[in-house]
């Protein structure tokens, strides 16, 4: 039987490179996000309420799953608002119609809106639940959906993408914002209440912090905000650390730590194509 992988926010970037890593790795992959196909208008993707910004920007989840079909994988192409628990409830829906259940799901999507590069005042009070929704309460729904089957079938893997922005409470640095801060936060808890809850009965789950990647999205404006893109790490290095926690008994014993993607490949070796 095929191993079947969920990857949220898998039109471009660090989904992307997920997706792509999980299907040479030989799973087939669902990969999920708001672009479903490369003929459609760029969202608004504003980080600051002090700049509109609708600029275009390149990757769809139809041009992921063409990659993904080079290698002979089964793929599927799910659109998915993780803002919106409908849109979610649907694509999940959709995929345990088609392959009955799943293997392993990456929560990698985020909701990108005023308030990731804004400080509390300025930010609009309705981001604060948008940032929880897309990083906390879409994941645990998720998770509510595809876990009966993992546990009927005696494993599953969960991996976020987490953030040290969700858990260092004490930044000394004003950006990101707290609304970013606040989403990365609630996301990164899923992890430790399934390992605790469902370990012993085959569900695996980490967290990872992929540092700063310079992604398409992070590209256009890392320098206005102070973030240097010589510094930045590359997607694909991310991609190869989740396909081998996901595929790899070693990782076992990371379950219970805040994983950095960066170090992590260069102490394991994990070479990125």
Do not use: C
């Not at 190869?240 to 926690?245: F, G, K």
């Amino acid at each position: 039987m095929a191993v079947r992988a969920l990857v949220t926010g898998g039109s471009r970037g660090i989904g992307k490179a997920i997706a792509l890593a999980l299907a040479e790795g030989g799973y087939d992959v669902a990969v999920a996000a708001r672009t479903l196909n490369r003929d459609e208008a760029s969202r608004d993707h504003s980080q600051t309420v002090h700049k509109k910004d609708t600029r275009p920007l390149p990757g769809s989840v139809e041009e992921t799953v063409e990659a993904i079909a080079k290698f002979g994988r089964q793929t599927l192409a799910l659109r998915m608002d993780l803002t919106d628990l409908r849109s979610v409830e649907g694509a999940v829906g959709e995929l345990l119609d088609a392959w009955g259940g799943v293997d392993v799901v990456v929560n990698n999507g985020r909701h990108i809106g005023p308030g990731l590069m804004d400080d509390i005042v300025d930010t609009p009070i309705e981001q604060y639940s948008l940032f929880t929704m897309a990083h906390g309460i879409a994941p645990i729904r998720i998770a509510q959906l595809v876990l009966p089957v993992m546990l009927a079938q005696g494993h599953g893997t969960f991996v976020t993408i987490s953030s040290s922005s969700g858990y260092d409470f004490y930044p000394t640095q004003p950006l990101p914002g707290l609304g970013y801060r606040l989403g990365k936060a609630s996301g990164h808890t899923l992890v430790g209440s399934l390992q605790a809850e469902y370990g012993a009965r085959g569900i695996r789950a980490f967290n990872v912090n992929p540092g700063f990647v310079l992604t398409e999205r992070n590209s256009l404006d890392a320098a206005e905000f102070g973030f240097d893109p010589a510094q930045a790490g590359r997607p694909e290095v991310v991609g190869a650390v989740v396909a081998w926690l996901a595929s790899s008994r070693d990782a076992d014993g990371l379950q219970r730590a805040n994983l950095e993607a960066q170090e992590l490949a260069a102490q394991r070796n994990i070479a990125p194509p």
